[in-house]
T-cell receptor, first 108, second 117 residues
Framework: GQNIDQPTEMTATEGAIVQINCTYQTSGFNGLFWYQQHAGEAPTFLSY????GLEEKGRFSSFLSRSKGYSYLLLKELQMKDSASYLCAHSGYSTLTFGKGTMLLVSP | GAGVSQSPSNKVTEKGKDVELRCDPI?????LYWYRQSLGQGLEFLIYFQGNSAPDKSGLPSDRFSAERTGGSVSTLTIQRTQQEDSAVYLC???????????????FGDGTRLSIL
């Protein structure tokens, strides 16, 4: 089967750093995606990892360990606009399986 | 347009009626996906189209749900005899090719918010 677990909610302060973890179990793996979804809006692509290690993209970084079935999204220098749901998804051959998302609330 | 376009943006209908949702993918994207998102839930995969291949219908929850993609572009998702549990946001996404063939991200439309009374 395929399972993805990520925390339901997280809170952080503006300017801080937050790490959102994601663990997954899958019989076929072809990459790990992170998406951001603001309330009432479509998910937007943030990052993709297919090999182990850290991918950095501006304030956002994503890490993958395939052997551990583990990924995290690291957000630095948090801004109020970063308040959103962050969706972890693993890729099989042709489809994505999404977690339920982590709602991040950034406070002043 | 530049992005994935879905219509209508909102649909309210009575239980038992049929509904049709439309998705216009990004030009040149061969892969098209339909998802359902209920309140507080993750995205639930429904169906996937890739080029001229037979669609992957493994996520459709019942035989009341069907989808087609005409001419490799526009897709319609049809729900027959709607039930209250069908109320959700239906999201369409497209990508340059199937995820497994590369690292192409899926680009999502704004969704259709379906409410069954």
């Amino acid at each position: 089967g395929q399972n993805i677990d990520q925390p339901t909610e997280m809170t952080a302060t503006e300017g801080a750093i937050v790490q959102i973890n994601c663990t997954y179990q899958t019989s076929g793996f072809n990459g790990l995606f992170w998406y951001q979804q603001h309330a009432g809006e479509a998910p937007t692509f943030l990052s993709y990892n297919v090999l182990d290690g850290l991918e950095e993209k501006g304030r956002f970084s994503s890490f993958l360990s395939r052997s551990k079935g583990y990924s995290y999204l690291l957000l630095k220098e948090l801004q109020m606009k970063d308040s959103a749901s962050y969706l972890c998804a693993h890729s099989g051959y042709s489809t994505l399986t999404f977690g339920k998302g982590t709602m991040l609330l950034v406070s002043p | 347009g530049a992005g994935v376009s879905q219509s209508p943006s909102n649909k309210v209908t009575e239980k038992g009626k049929d509904v049709e949702l439309r998705c216009d993918p990004i030009s040149g994207h061969t892969a098209l996906y339909w998802y359902r998102q209920s309140l507080g839930q993750g995205l639930e995969f429904l169906i996937y189209f890739q080029g001229n291949s037979a669609p992957d219908k493994s996520g459709l929850p019942s035989d009341r749900f069907s989808a087609e993609r005409t001419g490799g572009s526009v897709s319609t998702l049809t729900i027959q005899r709607t039930q209250q549990e069908d109320s959700a946001v239906y999201l369409c996404a497209s990508s340059l090719e199937g995820q497994g063939l590369g690292n192409q991200p899926q680009h999502f439309g704004d969704g259709t918010r379906l409410s069954i009374l």
